[in-house]
């Protein structure tokens, strides 16, 4: 028998979260202007900050991958230069 607690949504981790009350302010009003509760409009916030971070890595690594003769090379020569001869 599982116990139900009313008011609990099962699968969801509860997290309490410290901000300043401005902030909070600005938070509440776009969920009352959305028809949203707080928690839905901080889980769109922090899905759509972290799924933009993902991108601006990916497009950032891609740029750094798409010219690799472009990063100096030599490397190996250099390395190779510092060997003593045996």
């Given at each position: 028998?599982?116990?139900?607690?009313?008011?609990?949504?099962?699968?969801?981790?509860?997290?309490?979260?410290?901000?300043?009350?401005?902030?909070?302010?600005?938070?509440?009003?776009e969920?009352?202007?959305?028809?949203?509760?707080?928690?839905?409009?901080?889980?769109?916030?922090?899905?759509?900050a972290l799924?933009?971070?993902?991108?601006?890595?990916?497009?950032?690594m891609?740029?750094?991958?798409?010219?690799?003769a472009?990063?100096?090379?030599?490397?190996a020569?250099?390395?190779?230069?510092?060997?003593?001869?045996?």
């Amino acid at each position: 028998m599982q116990l139900c607690i009313p008011w609990y949504t099962p699968g969801v981790a509860k997290v309490m979260v410290s901000m300043p009350d401005d902030l909070l302010s600005e938070v509440d009003a776009e969920a009352s202007r959305l028809g949203m509760t707080r928690s839905a409009v901080l889980r769109g916030f922090a899905d759509s900050a972290l799924r933009k971070r993902r991108s601006n890595r990916a497009a950032s690594m891609e740029a750094l991958l798409a010219n690799p003769a472009g990063h100096g090379g030599a490397a190996a020569e250099r390395v190779k230069a510092t060997r003593p001869t045996t």
